[in-house]
C-alpha cells in the first residue's frame, strides 16, 4: 500500500483544496516539489492526471 503526503492531494478539477497549514504553505510545498500551481489550481493534464 502507497502512502501519498497529504500536501500532494489536490481536488479532481484541479483546484488546491485543504490544507492544515494553510493553503499557502500547500502550494509552496508544491511549488517545491515542481508542480506548477496558477492562479490556486494545478493542471491535471499536464501531469497526465486520470480525471
Given at each position: 500500500?502507497?502512502?501519498i503526503p497529504c500536501h500532494r492531494v489536490v481536488c479532481s478539477d484541479g483546484k488546491i483544496?485543504?490544507?492544515a497549514g494553510g493553503t499557502s504553505k500547500k502550494i509552496e510545498k508544491l511549488r517545491k516539489e515542481g508542480v506548477l500551481v496558477k492562479r490556486?489550481?494545478?493542471d491535471l493534464?499536464?501531469?497526465?492526471a486520470r480525471v
Open positions: 500500500m502507497k502512502t483544496g485543504g490544507y490556486g489550481r494545478v493534464m499536464l501531469y497526465k
